[in-house]
């Protein structure tokens, strides 16, 4: 549980100061391989983000976070808006721990 509470504590990192990514950023493409994690609600969940140093309030039916990659702290809501979260150096290594945990679990 304590594992489950980092990793998510670290995504809430992430997610604490949002901005508009610039046009470059979301333009490069890297070949190199990524990890995200999603969440999908089954109602869609009113949320006040602070976006570009602008608090708004949004109705997120999904949320992805990029955990691993070229653009770590990436956030997808709704599978249309894109925004960089902070990049929190914290999120690997809790992604690490989790996953390791979850492939203990298996075996």
């Known amino acids: 549980m ?3 509470q980092k990793f998510l504590l670290e995504c809430s990192f992430v997610l604490s100061d ?5 046009a ?3 333009e490069a493409d890297s070949p190199s391989q990524s990890t ?3 969440v999908t609600f089954t109602q869609p969940k009113r949320m006040k983000l602070n976006v570009d140093q602008r608090v708004i309030t949004l109705d997120v ?3 992805q976070i990029e ?3 070229p653009k770590v702290g990436q956030v997808t809501i709704n599978q249309t808006t894109i925004l960089q979260g902070i ?3 914290n999120l690997q290594s809790a992604f690490k721990e989790l ?3 979850l492939h203990e679990k298996k075996n």
């Open 2 to 4: 304590a594992i489950m």
């Open 18 to 22: 949002l901005r508009t990514p610039s």
């Open 24 to 26: 470059q950023e979301l």
């Open 36 to 38: 995200s994690i999603q």
């Open 61 to 63: 039916q999904s949320l």
């Open 67 to 69: 955990v691993e990659g």
């Open 87 to 89: 990049d929190n150096p």
């Open 99 to 101: 996953t390791d945990m």
